[in-house]
């Protein structure tokens, strides 16, 4: 993977993080999770490549709607 990296989804939990890299990891989508967030809250930010950014937010989306 080359090229910059961009912070598809913010999550409070490890739990929630992983069921997120695993579905985008079964479409294809190679995603990290780094704790990025500087004020200690434990956030954790999976991101992906810039060139895979728009369809993760569309798969992220469409799994969010699914579940309402």
Known sequence: MSGKLG???VFDNRPE???CL???DAYGIYASSAH???TRQGLIHVQVAD???EA???L???TSQESD
Do not use: G, H
């Open 22 to 24: 695993s579905m985008l």
């Open 7 to 9: 912070t598809v989804a």
């Open 36 to 38: 990025l967030d500087t």
């Open 60 to 62: 992220i989306a469409a």
């Open 56 to 58: 993760a937010k569309a």
């Open 17 to 19: 993080a992983e069921v």
């Open 51 to 53: 060139s895979d950014l």
